[in-house]
């Protein structure tokens, strides 16, 4: 686990809330806390902290929870490239031009791209 705060699919998250989310866009299906708590590698996370972090990315919208036999089971709100577009979207919101930004963006990353040499 990395310390500090890093990005998940363009959301800029505290390290544990990204390893949790990392960990539910992974997973086969909804978790429920224990299921996530077990499931973090590193040292132990108390069954409070994991709830914790899950109720965060639930209020940043990154995350949904639902009621399976009198428990929460947790999962994304919406795919990786969901998540991505959200947070592009919350970026360009403060933007005067977007389409602009976006169009810069484009010939930039196609301009890289130009520029790699072919293996």
Known sequence: MSEGRRY????????????????????????TVTEVQGA?????????????LLTRLRERGLVTREL???VYAWAPAASAQELT????????DGV????AVVL?????????R?????H
């Not at 810069?104 to 196609?110: A, I, K, N, Q, S």
């Open 8 to 31: 998940v699919c363009g959301h800029r998250l505290p390290a544990l809330e990204a390893d949790v989310l990392e960990l539910l866009l992974a997973a086969a299906g909804p978790m």
């Open 40 to 52: 973090l590698t590193g040292a132990p996370r108390a069954h409070t902290t994991v709830s914790t």
């Open 68 to 70: 399976r036999d009198r």
């Open 85 to 92: 577009i959200a947070a592009l979207e919350q970026i360009l």
């Open 96 to 99: 005067d031009d977007p389409d």
């Open 104 to 112: 810069g963006f484009l010939d930039t990353v196609r301009g890289r």
């Open 114 to 118: 130009a520029r790699r040499p072919r």
